[in-house]
T-cell receptor, first 118, second 114 residues
Framework: NADVMQNPRHLVRRRGQEARLRCSPMKGHSHVYWYRQLPEEGLKFMVYLQKENIIDESGMPKERFSAEFPKEGPSILRIQQVVRGDSAAYFC????????????????FGAGSRLTVL | AQSVTQLDSQVPVFEEAPVELRCNYSSSVSVYLFWYVQYPNQGLQLLLKYLSGSTLVKGINGFEAEFNKSQTSFHLRKPSVHISDTAEYFCAVSDRKGAQKLVFGQGTRLTINP
């Protein structure tokens, strides 16, 4: 879905390097979510952010992973000292503020960033 | 906590045949239910959603799903498939409190043969 922009689409890193994945939410959306899709698996929730706030990071690995959504600019998922097990597709999604009936719980997904760790 | 089981990892069907992709969920609270489609090398696109009301939900591309509370199921159906329906289909659930936090099934790969 081109309305949620993710870059880079493909990223190759060697073990020990850092990976930074960017996500620009859909216009008018103030909530951002990151999901990870390991090969042959469904998507797993990682973190939910609003501008300058982490709302729920219950799915984030305890070490090496961090996420931010600054007041200006895209949301960034940062993975330090990558390992082969970090190879996956990382999807960003966004939603607007509001209640269920205004569609706030419907996520719009980006096309994903595919990280390969050599 | 919720969980989602998609009973079939792969479903091959012939073009113009009907198809049903099965989804069962587990939850101790009321939920919202979703089906997403992922075309090759693309992100997920919402097919349809169940929030409340009628248990038969119609979505895009001729798909529909029926929420069955007693069987905790939300199976996806299409009466006649097309080659362009070849994709991965994901069932997802969220509780009504943390509605944006989706729990996904493992996906069903639908392959349409001519």
């Amino acid at each position: 879905n081109a309305d949620v922009m993710q870059n880079p689409r493909h990223l190759v890193r060697r073990r020990g390097q850092e990976a930074r994945l960017r996500c620009s939410p859909m216009k008018g959306h103030s909530h951002v979510y990151w999901y990870r899709q390991l090969p042959e698996e469904g998507l797993k929730f990682m973190v939910y952010l609003q501008k300058e706030n982490i709302i729920d990071e219950s799915g984030m690995p305890k070490e090496r992973f961090s996420a931010e959504f600054p007041k200006e600019g895209p949301s960034i998922l940062r993975i330090q000292q990558v390992v082969r097990g970090d190879s996956a597709a990382y999807f960003c999604a966004s939603s607007p503020m509001g209640t269920v009936h205004s569609g706030a719980n419907v996520l719009t997904f980006g096309a994903g960033s595919r990280l390969t760790v050599l | 906590a919720q969980s989602v089981t998609q009973l079939d990892s792969q479903v091959p069907v012939f073009e113009e045949a009907p198809v049903e992709l099965r989804c069962n969920y587990s939850s101790s609270v009321s939920v919202y239910l979703f089906w997403y489609v992922q075309y090759p090398n693309q992100g997920l696109q919402l097919l349809l959603k169940y929030l409340s009301g009628s248990t038969l939900v119609k979505g895009i591309n001729g798909f529909e799903a029926e929420f069955n509370k007693s069987q905790t199921s939300f199976h996806l159906r299409k009466p006649s498939v097309h080659i362009s329906d070849t994709a991965e289909y994901f069932c997802a659930v969220s509780d009504r409190k943390g509605a944006q936090k989706l729990v996904f099934g493992q996906g069903t790969r639908l392959t349409i043969n001519p």
